[in-house]
C-alpha cells in the first residue's frame, strides 16, 4: 500500500527477517499479486522461503485488525506475550517434574529472544507454540500436540528436528 510504503525507508536489496514479517503481514496468503507473482521479490529476498513461515505474518494480521500502523507494535508485544507463555509453560513442566517452577525464569537467560524482541523476529512465539506442544504430550493430549507443533512450524520449520526427536521418543516409550 502506498501510505505503508510512504512511512519506510527502503532500500533496496537490504533487509532482514523482522522487516520481511512486517511485509509479509499486509499480503500473508499472497493475494495481491497472484498474476504477477514475481512482483514480491520487490520487497521480499525469497517469497516461497519468508511465506512459508506464515504463522507471525497471520496472527500479526489477525489481532492488528486491519490498522498498519499497529502492525510494529503489536509485533513486538506478541514476541514479549511468547516469552511470558514460554516462561509459564517451563514452570508447570519443571513442577511437574518436581523441580522448583523457578526454572521458567531460565527463558530470561536465551539471548537469542532478546534479540528477537529488537528485531521482530518470532523465535519466542516458536519456542511457546514447540513447548506448549511438549506440555501436551506430557499430558497424552494427542490433538492438542499435533495442533501446537503444527502452529511451531508454521513460525519456524527449525523445530522440526525436535518435533521429530519426540514424536520417536514418544512412540519408543509406548
Known amino acids: ?90 514452570a508447570l513442566l519443571a513442577r511437574q517434574a518436581g523441580l522448583p517452577p523457578a526454572m521458567g525464569a531460565l527463558v530470561l537467560v536465551v539471548p537469542g529472544f532478546w534479540q528477537s524482541v529488537q528485531t521482530g523476529l518470532p523465535e519466542p512465539i516458536a519456542a511457546a507454540t514447540l513447548v506448549a506442544g511438549v506440555s501436551c504430550l506430557a499430558n497424552r493430549r494427542w490433538v492438542l500436540t499435533a495442533l501446537f507443533f503444527a502452529l511451531s512450524l508454521l513460525v519456524r520449520e527449525t523445530g522440526l528436528i525436535a518435533i521429530g526427536c519426540l514424536l520417536v521418543g514418544a512412540a519408543i516409550s509406548g
Open 1 to 90: 500500500r502506498d501510505d505503508v510504503r510512504r512511512s519506510l525507508v527502503l532500500v533496496d536489496g537490504a533487509g532482514y527477517d523482522g522487516q520481511f514479517m512486517y511485509f509479509a503481514t499486509f499480503d500473508p496468503l499472497l493475494r495481491a499479486y497472484r498474476r504477477t507473482p514475481a512482483t514480491y521479490r520487490r520487497f521480499i529476498d525469497a517469497p516461497p522461503y519468508r511465506f512459508g513461515r506464515i504463522g507471525f505474518s497471520l496472527l500479526t494480521r489477525v489481532v492488528s485488525v486491519g490498522h498498519w500502523a499497529w502492525v510494529p507494535g503489536i509485533m513486538v508485544w506478541l514476541i514479549l506475550g511468547a516469552l511470558s507463555v514460554v516462561a509459564l509453560l517451563l
